[in-house]
């Protein structure tokens, strides 16, 4: 029994030495939650080089961090213009001082200062160009993939790049400023296919990058909601070839940087569950865990959501489909089941107003793709008995880009969606209106509901129960967004009300017809808000400490279905 315990200690000393399995757990330094659905799931915190400051970049700009006061600095860097000057929101290269005069790089490029401050490096999020010497005499590097991150060594001759390519592995390649080679070093990383620091140690000996795994993924795993695919830490020994995981936690673990002697990176907290709000406000009760985005079936027996989570490896490719069934409380009865599966993004369906059929987002792919824009995956509305198979699903679109969650007409006959315009510019949606054949499924007619005058898109829209209205959320700024109430045929339309928000809050009408009830920022936090179809002043329905959106009002009327999430963006770091 002795030999066997050393034997053991032995081995656990090896797992230590090997991983910092045993040693002391990692120190946050500062956490954030911003109050938005998905578009932080990739945002990070870069570290200045004597640990002091932090920048965090988001989707409406960056954020200057104090990390000795813990508090963010407003006034140095006032808006994400100003910081994007000094290398943000991406990473500042210049902390404390200005970006060398002679530097022009193009917006929202990423950018790293070499470690002696005489060289440059940049590249644009989804090009294959590295930019990098000298700040008045950059030189460019056409590389064989998608750059997604870069690291200077010590003496800021050499650069390690990470390299993204469409088969969905990733290759580490060194190139030599100096002299200008180009050298592949490690190939077939299981790396993300976006944002990826590379941090090189003070010696020059380790590099240090986020991964999903130490091995090739089976591509189906990629695709599958339960997969253990979440991004770790791992070290790469530039002599041996060896790999090993340094940070191990359930959670993505990414961006890694090295400053003042300590390892940092960015943690992924994500928390998201349906919950049940009395119709008329009040506390909100769990329903079902790890979902989001509810829709009730019209009978209110069952209550679809959509499952996988936002993990940055396969985003949305393992986003997927289940439903339960709810009683008259809207209490699960039975545990969940899966309702819309396939390769690729699937989002939660909506029941026809017989039941008989589900309609839904998705971009679904024949095979396993290793990419959210993949050749093979598609982008719109899909159509499918609810009681068939999914092999039996009809594509409804064809010319879908970006497409939103469908809703029903009350006669079952037609859907509303948003999708963007593949003629006209990225991120503006605006609402089709679509007729379908309840026999067959097979798509009748097809055009686009009026907006009112300076309304440009919309970020979703609802059928209301008496059939000739649409209730929509138009973006208005990148913070701000209106409800509006726009009839059938596009000839009449009220602007119900202003509302505070930067993502896809959702809303839904009361069985009635009477009232609005969506999701706007309270507090810093999304809550539930109720208003009449008329306007007027709006009711809070909710005081959460976590964000609550997506709101679906049971078909009798009692309970409001949400997504709650709580969504936490952490920097830790560790001694090296």
Not at 386 to 410: F, K, N, Q, Y
Not at 444 to 447: G, K, W
């Given at each position: ?161 990470l ?11 060194r ?83 090295i ?22 406000g ?11 985005i ?22 949305a ?15 699960a ?48 509305i ?61 798509l009748?007619?097809?055009?686009r ?18 059939g ?52 706007a ?13 008329t306007?007027?002043?709006?009711i ?16 009798d ?20």
């Open positions: 029994m002795r030999r066997v315990g050393a034997g053991l200690a032995r081995i656990a000393g090896l797992t230590c030495a090997l991983s910092w399995a045993c040693g002391p757990p990692p120190e946050t330094v500062y956490t954030l939650t911003p109050p938005t659905w998905f578009e932080d799931g990739w945002s990070f915190y870069d570290v200045s080089a004597d640990g002091a400051w932090a920048s965090y970049g988001a989707r409406f700009g960056a954020r200057l961090i104090d990390l000795k006061s813990g508090r963010e600095d407003t006034t140095r860097y006032a808006s994400p213009g100003a910081l994007r000057a000094a290398g943000g929101p991406a990473g500042l290269i210049a902390w404390g001082g200005e970006a060398p005069s002679d530097l022009t790089v193009p917006e929202y490029a990423v950018t790293r200062l070499s470690p002696d401050g005489a060289k440059v490096a940049y590249f644009v999020p989804g090009q294959t160009t590295l930019s990098a010497g000298p700040p008045g005499a950059l030189q460019p590097y056409e590389l064989d993939g998608v750059v997604t991150g870069v690291g200077w060594v010590t003496r800021g001759d050499l650069l390690y790049v390299v993204w390519h469409p088969e969905g592995l990733s290759t580490l390649t190139v030599n400023v100096e002299t200008g080679a180009v050298q592949p070093i490690r190939e077939r990383l299981d790396a993300p296919p976006r944002f990826n620091a590379l941090a090189v140690s003070l010696d020059s000996r380790t590099v240090y990058l986020a991964l999903a795994s130490d091995a090739l993924p089976a591509p189906a795993d990629r695709h599958r909601p339960e997969a253990d695919r979440d991004t770790d830490i791992y070290a790469l020994d530039l002599a041996s070839g060896r790999l090993r995981a340094v940070v191990e936690e359930p959670g993505d673990d990414f961006y890694p940087v400053a003042n002697g300590f390892l940092y990176w960015t943690h992924n907290d994500f928390t998201d569950e349906i919950v049940a709000v009395p119709a008329d009040g506390e909100a009760r769990a329903v079902a865990s790890g979902a989001q509810p829709y009730f079936s019209s009978d209110g027996k069952q209550l679809a959501y959509t499952i996988g989570g936002w993990r940055i490896a396969d985003w490719l393992n986003l997927d489909a289940a439903a339960v069934s709810v009683d008259d409380s809207a209490r009865t039975a545990p969940p089941r899966p309702i819309v599966t396939g390769y690729h993004e699937d989002f939660t369906p909506a029941w026809s107003p017989d039941g008989r059929w589900l309609a839904y987002h998705s971009h679904r792919s024949r095979l396993p793709v290793p990419g959210y824009a993949s050749a093979g995956s598609t982008d719109d899909y159509l499918r008995r609810a009681d068939a198979p999914m092999d039996t699903e009809i594509r409804l679109t064809d010319w879908g880009w970006e497409v939103g969650m469908a809703d029903w007409s009350p006669d079952g006959r037609r859907l509303v969606f948003d999708s963007w315009d593949r003629e006209g510019p990225a991120g503006v949606a605006r609402p089709w209106i679509v007729t379908v054949d309840t026999a067959t499924g097979r009748v007619d097809q055009r509901l009026a907006l009112p005058r300076g309304v440009g898109g919309t970020l979703l829209a609802s059928w209301s129960p008496a000739d209205e649409i209730a929509l959320v138009a973006r208005e700024t990148r913070d701000r967004q209106a409800l509006w109430v726009v009839s059938v045929d596009g000839r009449s339309s009220r602007r119900v009300a202003e509302l505070a928000n930067t993502t896809y809050g959702g809303l839904d009408w009361t069985p009635d017809g009477g009232s609005l009830v969506y999701a920022l309270a507090d810093g936090r999304l809550q539930l808000f109720r208003v009449a179809r306007g007027g002043a709006a809070q329905l909710t005081r959460d400490r976590a964000d609550l959106l997506h709101p679906q009002v049971s078909p009327g009692r309970w409001v279905a949400a997504t709650r999430m709580v969504h936490q963006k952490v920097l830790r770091r560790r001694k090296l």
